[in-house]
């Protein structure tokens, strides 16, 4: 049941967890689920062009209006519980450090999540680096985290949850392959308006509409429900396990 799961999501920049999450993340929400989102930085010098071309802009104006942005993408989504760690970006792999990793596990053992949403790690995104670097980040942080050995003071082992990648903007070319497909017909719109925020990724919003309604199209014909109108596609981490096959 949706109404019971913890979630967390993580994403690399300011915007990625909207792109490739936010229908999923406002259903979820709307549906009673409780959504937490770390933003890891707020993409400034890999994921701002547009903004840079302003007159007189510099790194604290641009992390100024990504902040701005982020922030009401994430009120349009209801999302609530949003955490912008504020590392730097392109390259991000340096400043995955072992403090930040700390953070992170203590902040997967703070939420206790049944789903973790983030970067895709079966495929390799072709041209962003920084979302292989945050996949592989999160997935071993949360075997850390749910390892008793990996003491950490004042708080508690998590549980193995489901781990699940965002598809990236090139989809056939990163050899992203969908695992999951989820119906966000009745949250789309609150979608689009999220992304509409972005000013300095405009393509990302007619990619990401378009695939809406490519996935829709896929839930349709796999499902056999025709209600379904757009969706989000998710890699698999883990293969489902259960007692039905799904
Ligand atoms: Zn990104």
């Known amino acids: 049941m949706i109404q019971d799961k913890r979630v967390l999501v993580v994403s690399a920049h300011a915007a990625d967890y909207v792109w490739r999450s936010g229908g999923t993340i406002a259903k979820y929400i709307k549906g009673g689920a409780q959504v937490h989102v770390v933003v890891l930085s707020f993409g400034i010098r890999g994921e701002s062009n547009d903004l840079w071309k302003q007159e007189g802009a510099t790194y604290e104006s641009v992390k100024q209006e990504r902040l701005a942005e982020t922030t009401r993408a994430a009120e349009i989504l209801?999302?609530?519980?949003?955490?912008?760690?504020?590392?730097?970006?392109?390259?991000?792999?340096?400043?995955?450090?072992?403090?930040?990793?700390?953070?992170?596990?203590?902040?997967?053992?703070?939420?206790?999540?049944?789903?973790?949403?983030?970067?895709?790690?079966?495929?390799?995104?072709?041209?962003?680096?920084?979302?292989?670097?945050?996949?592989?980040?999160?997935?071993?942080?949360?075997?850390?985290?749910?390892?008793?050995?990996?003491?950490?003071?004042?708080?508690?082992?998590?549980?193995?949850?489901?781990?699940?990648?965002?598809?990236?903007?090139?989809?056939?070319?990163?050899?992203?392959?969908?695992?999951?497909l989820i119906d966000i017909s009745e949250v789309y719109e609150q979608k689009v308006a999220a992304m509409e925020c972005f000013k300095?990724?405009?393509?990302?919003?007619?990619?990401?509409?378009?695939?809406?309604?490519?996935?829709?199209?896929?839930?349709?014909r796999i499902s056999g429900n025709q209600t379904y109108q757009y969706g989000e596609s998710f890699s698999n981490f883990f293969p489902a396990a259960g007692e039905e096959l799904i």
Request: aromatic share 8%; hydrophobic share 30%.
């Open 78 to 180: 209801g999302i609530s519980q949003i955490e912008f760690w504020d590392l730097p970006d392109y390259p991000m792999a340096p400043a995955l450090t072992e403090e930040v990793r700390e953070r992170m596990i203590r902040k997967m053992r703070q939420v206790q999540p049944d789903i973790i949403l983030t970067h895709d790690r079966n495929g390799s995104d072709i041209l962003n680096p920084d979302h292989n670097e945050v996949a592989r980040f999160v997935f071993e942080c949360s075997i850390q985290s749910n390892s008793n050995g990996y003491r950490l003071e004042g708080t508690k082992t998590t549980k193995q949850m489901r781990l699940f990648g965002f598809e990236p903007h090139q989809t056939e070319l990163s050899k992203f392959v969908p695992g999951t």
């Open 200 to 220: 300095a990724q405009k393509h990302l919003i007619r990619y990401y509409t378009e695939r809406a309604h490519l996935r829709g199209n896929h839930l349709r």
